[in-house]
């Protein structure tokens, strides 16, 4: 699992470790709309967590795309971060962003569900705050509130849930779930309707969207039964509806339940969000599921494996098809197009290696893509056993040309003689598709978090 092309200076390695923000290309501006540009300068950065390392690494956007001479890592452990690493936090495990001071500087917030603090169940959410500089001005710690066994942090979001037009932070812990209400009232969770999750569930999992009301956002909650099937519910939003009429979308070894990846995105689109899910364990190798949202009701789920029609790929036990998923408009046509990461799928002889497959929207159909992996023409790396490119996804528009990008993690991926660092992949967004010209890649050991075992790339936002 040696990787090609994956180093950067000593310097720049020494810097992140530290916590300091790298000069940036270009003068930073004073406000950006975007909900995760951390330096106000208009371009989407990139979040990377690392919870074997209790790091979360971020790599500002450019015109020119990702680089590693353009990031900083933080840890509890940094100068602007509240708290102490300890080994056990699992720092990194969630990541989500918004402006959540409202200073027109997108922040970090980084779920930590292992976190330990005297008299509370485990779990924590930290929020970073973002600056013209990056992040120097500080931040704050949520911690757990009493009713739940623990790991509070598992999932987070930002978004306006209550419908009041301003947006708040929503909380997933293992077997609850929260939301605090405006003006940053963080010591007052609002705990939510939780008789529909079955008895032993652990949630690990939540997305937002307007799936059922064009101007109102909703949530999907998806985890594990106790007997191991997967769970998903969808809960309406707006006020006074905060989980009372939950709709159990699919659960057990229905393939259209997850418990392991879901996002949102408009594929026909009509305005509303449509979920997209995806079951590592569904089928043979793996399957991603999209239903379509509309007025009140969602669309009948349509299921997509490696055997269908049009998917790249044969459906093969073991590949994890679905492992991870994103959405985001990758041609600049206007629809969400489909990034699915199969982390175990085997590459000509060699097992484990991975590969992500780009999967193009026609009106909200899936018949149409390509396969990428360490093997692809242009992509640096060499595929070998256990890498597990496409542990991770995410779409984003990182170069602000109006086409998303796509990120890819391999949790496995070894550097030199070192088991396991991990590294990420960038490749651009075109009007054909994604290519892999002028294609980058960086690892956990360029950002100082390299040592073995550290699964650099877990988590991309």
């Known amino acids: 699992m040696r990787a090609r092309n994956l180093a950067v200076t000593a310097t720049v390695a020494a810097l992140a470790a530290a916590g300091l923000t ?71 495990e969630n990541v989500t962003t918004g402006d959540v001071n409202r200073d027109g500087y997108a922040d970090l917030v980084v779920g930590a569900p292992g976190e330990k603090v005297d008299g509370k169940p485990s779990g924590a959410v930290t929020i970073i705050w973002g600056g013209k500089d990056g992040f120097h001005d ?34 997933v812990s293992g077997d609850n779930w929260w939301y605090y209400s405006d003006g940053n009232e963080f010591e007052r969770p609002l705990g939510l ?15 937002a969207g307007n799936f059922k009301q064009a101007d109102g956002i909703s949530l999907v909650l998806y985890g594990e039964r106790a007997d191991g099937g997967a769970w998903t519910a969808h809960m309406n939003g707006g006020a006074g509806d905060y989980g009372y009429n939950a709709e159990i ?35 043979k190798g793996g399957s991603v599921t999209v ?18 029609a049009g998917v790249p790929g044969t459906d093969e036990t073991g590949d994890g098809f679905g492992a991870s998923v994103s959405a985001g408009d990758v041609t600049g046509d206007g629809l969400a197009d489909l990034a699915v990461g199969a982390p175990g799928e ?78 990420v992949w960038s490749l651009r967004g075109t009007a054909t598709g994604l290519t892999s010209s002028y294609a980058t890649s960086f690892n956990g050991r360029d950002f100082g978090v390299g040592g073995v075992d550290a699964g650099f790339g877990h988590t991309l936002r």
């Open 193 to 207: 309707e939780v008789d529909f999750i079955p008895e032993g569930t652990r949630l690990d999992g939540m997305v």
């Open 22 to 92: 790298l000069p940036l290309a270009g003068p930073a501006s004073a406000a950006s709309t975007l909900k995760d540009d951390f330096n106000g300068d208009g371009y989407r950065d990139l979040a990377i967590g690392s919870p074997h390392t209790n790091s979360v690494t971020v790599t500002f956007g450019s015109a020119s795309g990702l680089a590693a001479n353009q990031a900083t890592t933080l840890t509890q452990n940094s100068r602007q971060v509240p708290g102490v690493t300890e080994p056990e936090d699992e720092f990194g």
């Open 249 to 283: 979308l699919g659960e057990g070894d229905d393939p259209t339940a997850t418990r392991d990846a879901a996002t949102s995105g408009d594929v026909n689109g009509d305005g509303y969000a449509d979920l997209i899910t995806g079951n590592a364990r569904g089928g």
């Open 346 to 423: 085997t590459v000509g002889a060699v097992a484990g290696t991975g590969s992500v497959t780009f999967l193009k929207s026609s009106g909200g159909h899936f018949t149409s893509g390509k396969s990428w992996h360490q093997e692809t023409s242009g992509v640096p790396g060499v595929a070998e056993p256990g890498d597990h490119f496409g542990t991770s996804v995410r779409l984003k528009d990182i170069n602000k040309n109006g086409k998303a990008d796509l990120a890819a993690g391999a949790t496995g991926e070894d550097i030199d003689t070192t088991r396991d660092v991990g590294a």
């Open 138 to 171: 500080g931040g704050r710690v949520v911690t757990s509130p009493a009713d739940t066994t623990g790991r509070f942090g598992e999932a987070t979001v930002w978004t306006d849930f209550d419908g009041d037009g301003s947006q708040q932070l929503a909380v």
């Open 291 to 308: 239903r379509l949202g509309g007025d009140r009701e969602f669309g009948a789920p349509t299921t997509y494996h490696q055997d269908s």
